[in-house]
């Protein structure tokens, strides 16, 4: 029920959620940035400090970090794997930046936050209005009628075609047409 295709994961949270082309500062002059779930999820991990010490992440830290995986800022050491763009697993997060410093001693964040991240999952919903217009006599447009419909949708690669997108509908909810308010008003 909660995978119910191959490449869907619940319950966690995707990594490249990184929207294109409204991420990229390159492409647009003010990205879209969704790094705040990764800072909820950061926040209170256990890490190694420097001196070796365990201590636990502040919020400040927690976004330095996020920024850092979200725009996949390596390390001083830290080596890029697969796509350039994207994750293909969440184990690259231990050559990102603030989390791979101090070497496989500073990786124990990952540790604490591996089992709650993913690098798949598209699923997002669009919402849509439909409405019937009449045309008066004089020719305003008055609404008859709406409909409202919520579908959610699931964003995948297709195996067989390397860089083609494809979409499936996961759950679709139409409402019944229902009369406009505009429409029962008497002109008596």
């Known amino acids: 029920m909660l995978a119910p295709h191959g490449t869907s994961t619940a319950g966690r949270i995707n990594i490249n959620s990184q929207v294109q082309p ?3 500062a390159a492409q647009v002059t003010s990205p879209l940035e ?3 779930p990764l800072v909820a999820l950061l926040t ?8 070796g010490d365990c201590d636990t992440i502040s919020i400040a830290k927690a976004r330095t970090i996020a920024r ?3 725009n996949r800022t ?3 050491k830290g080596k890029k794997y697969g796509y350039a763009e994207t994750y293909d697993s969440p184990g690259e997060i231990v050559e990102i930046a603030g989390v791979a410093d101090g070497g496989e001693e500073s990786e124990a964040v990952v540790r604490g936050i591996a089992s709650l991240v993913t690098t798949r999952g598209g699923v997002f ?4 209005i439909g409405q019937a217009l009449k045309q ?7 609404i008859t009628a709406e409909s409202r419909q919520q579908t959610m949708l699931e964003r995948y690669s297709a195996a067989s075609a390397v860089g083609v997108t494809r979409f499936r509908r996961l759950e679709h909810q139409p409402c019944a047409l229902k009369p406009h308010a505009a ?4 002109t008596g």
């Not at 209170?44 to 001196?51: D, F, K, Y």
């Not at 919903?125 to 849509?128: A, L, N, Q, R």
């Not at 429409?183 to 008497?186: G, K, Q, R, T």
Request: aromatic fraction near 12%; charge should be neutral.
């Open 22 to 24: 409204y991420g990229d």
């Open 34 to 36: 969704r790094f705040l």
């Open 44 to 51: 209170g991990v256990a890490a190694t400090t420097s001196t």
């Open 68 to 70: 850092n995986i979200y």
């Open 74 to 76: 390596l390390a001083a």
């Open 125 to 128: 919903m669009v919402y849509s």
């Open 136 to 142: 008066t006599p004089n020719g305003n447009l008055v």
């Open 183 to 186: 429409a029962l008003v008497s």
